[in-house]
């Protein structure tokens, strides 16, 4: 005889399994339908019963082997944990299916009356058997459902007592008594918001103003905040309640590098519940403000990197400082030398001042751009019936980013005024027509803040702390934001940042590294805008000529006082050098192609004769090397003689770049391994220009420069570096070329 029923729920097929594994042939638990069970149950029946009877089979016989199906199936029920009446049911299938074959046994199976009872049982046994399954499946649901419940009441438990906790805080701290409809915990694990409803009358800032109090009172760990914002009405709050400060720790910036557009935001840092915070600045300003060594130059680099990675934006950048903020986003694009039918290499900004008088050409042709924008471009804002000029790709944003640029605004020094002028002219007329600024500063004293202009436009702020305090006035920064406290922040890259979408907070700057700006750079060169007709013709020469070679040439030497000249200046009808290849006014078409290429390589040839055929340099019999494209950095007075431009010694010493050299030799009397900034501060050098020189020398005789993490600093962090082995293989290649 077969199994006559068996479950068919999930559950019971498992066990089924691991029963079959090695287990007895005869499977107790195999499976059948609630129909198919009973058929094969009935049909077993009447084969049985039939052959006993012609064969004079004892009929017990058929009752021994039914009372053993009972007992063989109630023993599987019970391992199943089937509930009683199920295991019941199939006990008694079995029993009366053995009684019945025990009886046709004895009296003959092939009669009305054995036949129709054996009907009746079969029936009764297939509605029995899908009844038990269902219930069986009932009973598995609602185990399930309990054991969800079982896991919601325990975490739901914990969210009482979260939610008890803060309600008795806030009543002591801030004396209000809210209620609290949900506890949120964060996704990172960093901490959570309380969605509280506020009594009568109340507001959030009632409570915001407490944050800190809260935060001591919670015992938060440093860095961590009790942060009311709006909810979704005026008399709800939202409280963010960091419990893991994750401003500690160093975050690189996100290496996906992927396509921004200013009117979806552009990210600037995270909060501390790891949240990315974007800025929206198609109509605001932003002000920066951090006092040296609070990682305001690395944040500088993430805004230029956010808006190099925009589709619809243009950054001009004036640094005074010899513009060392831009020169990293302008200096691969330099060095880059294409391969032949490659396109040069666009820098990651648009232009670059570095002095006073190129920053007045640059805001002079900013503010006809504006002027002109507005007359032009009528007809198109009056079809699209808007106030603010459709900014995109093919009409992009401009982005004046002004390092230090607050400074400039407060100066009394005559000449900085002037520019201040400008650069106020820029922030009050031309925001409709998508030029805006970002302007940083030292510190967010009075004199920068007192500025109405800066008060209104710039509400993107920024307050980098870094634990620094002096000069560090929140409340005037934040004004109506109380409870910041600058010792919450006490880590480089970290502070204070609020825009109109996101109340002033704690937040954190990401790491951006040289090598990462590189390859921003690299990354985004084919995805800038051109600069669209309208403007370019009203920039004029200015901006077309923005990289001609006397404008850029001290790029290539970023002394702490550039002397460049200012466009107009010093135009003897100078060429310009490879970048012309970027100029907006060229047809697209000719770009990258080889002819194009020659022309520029021959117009840098005679121009190099030109500027040094002359000179009284040490080198003067120096081969002019076969380049397949161009390389500004040729232009440097005090650029090293490279490998490939020397007559090798008969040794090959004097075929080793000096710059190579001087770094082994650093790189050895320090002991074999050190950190770039050391080595450049030790070589007298830019640390990203030295890391930009050293690797192209290395590169050149195919030697890779040692990758991250290869250099320990003192407090055992990992930093790139170089080490002695890395350099004096690549003076080996340099003395024995292959
Ligand atoms: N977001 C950050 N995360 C971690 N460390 C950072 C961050 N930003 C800066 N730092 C650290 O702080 C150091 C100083 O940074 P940075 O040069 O940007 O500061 P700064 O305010 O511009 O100082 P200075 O005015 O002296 O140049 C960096 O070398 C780096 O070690």
Redesign the pocket.
Known sequence: MTTTEATTTSKNSKQKKSAGQGGPVWDWAAGHGPVTGALSATTGAFAVATTGAATGMPPTWALAVGAAGAVGHTAAGIRLKNAGRTIAARASSWLITAGWTTWATAHGPLTWQALGSLAVIGTGMATATRSTNLYEEAREEEAAAAEQRAVALELSAERRAIAEEWVERIRRVCGISVRVLAVEHWPTGTGFTLDAELPGGTTYDQISTRAAALSADAHLPHGCTAAASPGIHQGRTLIDVATVNVLET?VPYPSDYAPLSLHTGIPWGYRSNAEQIQTYLREQCALVV?P???????MVHVILAGFARATDVLTFVIDLNAGSAGLSWVLPALNHQPAPGERPMRPGIDWLAGTVKEAHVMLDAVLRIGKQRKIAYQGLMAREDTDLLPIGPSIPQIMLVIDEGAEILTSTDKVLKELAKKILEVIRMLRAMGIRTVLTALGSTGAVLGNLMIRREAKVRVALTGGEKEGMDLGKLFPGTRGLKVDQAPY??SGFMGTPESPAALF????ILPSQIREIVAATSERHPTLDAVSAKAAGDAYARRWDADRIAWMHNPQPTPTTPAAGQDEEGRRELNLSALREDRPAGEQGQEAEADRLADAFMREIDEQFGTTTEPTPKRERPQRPGLNLSALREDRPAEPESSEPSADGTDAVPPLLQQAYDAVKAAGGRMHTADLATQLGIDTTELGTELSRILRAVGVERPGKGTVRAGNGESRTGYLAETLSEAIRRYRNPQ
Do not use: A, H, L, M
């Open positions: 160093e951090g040296t060594g609070s990682g305001k130059t690395n480089k890259g954190k700057c990401w790491r």
